[in-house]
């Protein structure tokens, strides 16, 4: 199987008790491609791959996870896991910044613009249990009602001025319970 069926298997199939911000989402999905033959690195910073160009300004400097297979890096992902009921015993009005976590997103898919290649495959993962990210109708001026209408999103990179194509495509977890939603992207 491939990494990015993996990806897709542990996403439908996580609980909350298990992952509940990023860095939990980070050392669990990190942990599970590992038990499955996948060499994994955490918090890898960029300047010690072989990938690093020293000409570039990178929006970022560490990736989330990087995955190897037979040696070579195979797949670089960034995750975003804003996390909200399980702080509360009912579940209340998020007060988190959407606009915020949406423009962290952009700049993460920016950063894999920048260090994907033809033989390395880059991954955004944006995991919520906020139901807020995808059904409110409020208004606002960033790329939010894009996302949570799950239509395209253009995002430009500065450094070229390509622009990015991204649709966030929920899914919905298949259960009664609602727990969680996720959308992997692939650049």
């Known amino acids: 199987m491939t990494v990015s069926k993996y990806l897709l298997y ?19 999905l990190g942990l599970y491609l ?3 033959g996948f060499k994994v690195e955490f918090e890898v910073n960029i300047a010690s791959l ?9 929006f970022k400097h560490e990736i989330d ?17 804003p996390m909200m009921k399980r702080h509360y015993l009912k579940p209340k009005e998020s007060k988190q910044g959407f606009t915020a976590s949406i423009n962290a997103w952009e700049k993460d898919i920016k950063f894999l613009d920048q260090i994907k290649s033809k033989k390395i495959k880059a991954f955004s993962i944006f995991l ?7 059904v409110s109708k409020r208004i606002t001026k960033s790329n939010l009602n894009s996302f949570r209408q799950s239509e395209l999103i253009n995002v430009t990179n500065n450094d070229n001025g390509r622009v990015i194509h991204c649709k966030p495509d929920w899914v919905y977890k298949d259960n009664d319970s609602k727990e969680y939603d996720f959308f992997i992207i692939e650049l």
């Open 10 to 28: 542990y996403l439908k199939n996580i609980t909350l008790d298990k992952v509940y911000n990023e860095a939990s989402f980070q050392f669990d």
């Open 34 to 36: 590992q038990k499955n």
């Open 50 to 58: 072989s990938i690093y160009d020293p000409k570039i300004r990178y």
């Open 65 to 81: 996870l990087v995955v190897y297979v037979e040696g070579q890096i195979d797949s670089i992902i960034e995750l975003k896991a």
């Open 128 to 134: 919520t249990d906020d139901p807020s990210y995808y």
